[in-house]
């Protein structure tokens, strides 16, 4: 009698122990996603027109759309091959919010070069050649970095015999995974329409 009873105690405990296990359990899935819900510091960079209130408008999505910020890094005495000037904003904002933030960025047309962990992933050099300062090569540029997908790295015109003759340009140009393919694409349409020639690609960013 005395061995039956102390069994069903000892079950009874067992019992006790795995349900305060599970509860525990349970209890950390639940503070984990509440984690996940909670505010992180992000890193944001852009490339903006060296304008009045270009900062300005570019801050203005991160407050709407719910973000804290936390710090902000103008570089105005560098600029990009394309004369704009690189910005790096740190906020602060749960990870839907950030996504938020980024999608309300691009839609007002804010050129973001990295957020968070997504970064250019792949790289193509390609050469202009033809009348390149003739035909506008600020508009050239500039219609290049309109896919938001694409960013030019780094950028060298090479013109020896001056503005009205043939001049060539080694374009660096980062892009997002996938997105090479429709980067050459606008520029071969550019070239066609501007009348210049197309070298591409040069691999591994050789001259």
Not at 132 to 146: M, P, Q
Not at 190 to 205: N, R, T, Y
């Amino acid at each position: 009698m005395t061995s039956a009873l102390g069994s069903d105690s000892e079950s009874d405990s067992e019992a006790e122990a795995d349900s305060e296990q599970t509860s525990r359990s349970r209890g950390g899935v639940e503070e984990a996603g509440d984690a996940d819900r909670d505010p992180q510091p992000h890193t944001i960079r852009l490339e903006l027109a060296d304008e009045p209130g270009q900062l300005l408008a570019a801050l203005e999505p991160i407050s709407e759309n719910g973000g804290n910020l936390l710090s902000i890094f103008h570089e105005r005495g560098n600029v990009t091959p394309r004369g704009r000037i690189p910005v790096e904003v740190d906020v602060e904002a749960t990870p839907d919010r950030f996504d938020g933030i980024v999608a309300a960025l691009r839609e007002e047309g804010v050129n973001v070069v990295q957020a968070g962990a997504e970064h250019y992933a792949e790289e193509v050099v390609v050469l202009l050649v033809g009348h390149l300062v003739d035909t506008d090569l600020s508009d050239t540029l500039r219609r290049v970095e309109a896919n938001s997908a694409t960013s030019i790295a780094d950028f060298s015109l090479n013109a020896p015999e001056g503005r009205s003759d043939t001049s060539s340009a080694r374009l660096r140009m980062a892009t997002r995974a996938g997105e090479t393919a429709a980067a050459l694409d606008v520029i071969r349409e550019i070239a066609a329409e501007k009348d210049l020639h197309v070298v591409e690609p040069l691999a591994g960013g050789a001259v």
